[in-house]
């Protein structure tokens, strides 16, 4: 697709000046125009991971993790993720490896290959925050999981021919579903290839 095409018309207030709101420590709220909008403060990004483990007799399955989210006010269910690059001194980590870091903090395990899938964004109308997202695979279990101190995740190892219910039972016990879960629920998405 040629984004010099006519049919890509830019919105009348794309070229006005960003306003600086509000800023935190991670998030900064912004306005353009008559948009309002929030993302990352000081440049930090997300990486958000697809992690494969398959068993020797070639059934395959997905790491998930659940925890409590203050501005949901529920637990929600989602693939492992965090962020790149808000250490101090870290400004410039790749994306693969805070991916690696944050799968064995979440989950326990660590993979023995790490594929990008490429830059999504996952509400592009009031967040202009954009994350990579990666696929693990060849993975190890090589400690509890759990996250840092304070996160209290919970690790799920779902089979991938059981993730529908899985989500299902989740939803119906009240609690939320991470839109990137629905990627791992549309056929033919994790495509071929995964080990």
């Not at 592009?124 to 994350?131: A, D, I, K, Y």
Request: proline letters at 5%.
């Amino acid at each position: 697709m040629n984004r010099d095409n006519p049919e890509f018309v830019k919105d009348p207030d794309a070229d006005q000046p960003e306003e600086l709101m509000w800023q935190g420590r991670f998030i900064t709220a912004k306005k353009r125009g008559r948009w309002e909008y929030v993302g990352r403060s000081r440049g930090i990004r997300a990486a958000a991971i697809i992690a494969i483990d398959e068993d020797p007799d070639g059934s395959r399955h997905v790491l998930l993790v659940g925890q409590y989210r203050v501005p949901l006010g529920c637990f929600c269910l989602e693939i492992p993720a965090g962020l790149v690059g808000d250490q101090a001194g870290s400004e410039d980590e790749p994306a693969i490896e805070a991916a690696a870091r944050e799968l064995e903090e979440e989950t326990g395990y660590r993979a023995g290959r790490i594929d990008m899938l490429g830059e999504y964004y996952s509400s592009p109308g009031m967040v202009s925050e954009c994350f990579t997202l990666l696929r693990a695979t060849q993975l190890e279990r090589v400690g509890e999981g759990g996250g840092t101190e304070g996160e209290n995740i919970t690790v799920h190892r779902v089979a991938l021919a059981d993730l529908e219910r899985f989500v299902a039972d989740w939803r119906a016990a009240g609690h939320g579903v991470d839109v990137r879960i629905a990627m791992l629920l549309t056929p033919g998405f994790l495509g071929k290839g995964l080990t």
